[in-house]
């Protein structure tokens, strides 16, 4: 029986510029380095992080084309996370926002130009 995704993988050119760009702004703790170029970052929760080195270079993937094109950080801080991340200067792709159910998002791209969601849930779907 799967119980969970323990990690996602994400391809860059620069897998330590952009594992210690999430290290310092997400403050996540670095488990696993190779010594090669392949990191697993951890949050509180377990779940992870994997940095592989890209074997060529892609273009930067449109938000709504087949295939994953984001991954949904979950917080209970979001007004300062967003703050952060603006002060980081990612590119907004939205803005934050609030829903009339009191769901915050904000969709940015990473240094590396990935497509990245915010969420703060007054109420788990499950």
């Known amino acids: 029986m799967i119980t969970g995704i323990e990690h996602l ?6 897998t330590k510029r952009l594992s210690d ?3 310092r702004v997400f403050d996540l703790e ?3 380095d190779n010594g090669k170029g392949t990191y697993f970052l951890a949050f ?4 992870m992080i994997e940095f592989i080195p890209a074997l060529a270079v892609a273009e930067k993937p449109e938000e709504k084309l087949s295939g994953v ?8 801080t979001f007004e ?3 703050a952060l991340l603006k002060a980081e200067g990612v590119e907004i792709i939205h803005d934050a926002a609030t829903s009339p159910k009191g769901i915050s998002t904000f969709f940015f791209r990473d ?3 990935n497509v990245m969601h915010l969420i703060n849930r ?5």
């Open 122 to 126: 007054p109420e788990p779907l499950i």
């Open 30 to 32: 670095c488990v696993y």
């Open 21 to 23: 760009w999430y290290k």
């Open 44 to 47: 509180p929760d377990k779940s």
């Open 111 to 113: 240094i590396d130009g």
């Open 69 to 76: 094109r984001h991954v949904a950080f979950s917080t209970d």
């Open 80 to 82: 300062e996370t967003v």
């Open 9 to 14: 993988a994400i391809i860059s050119e620069d």
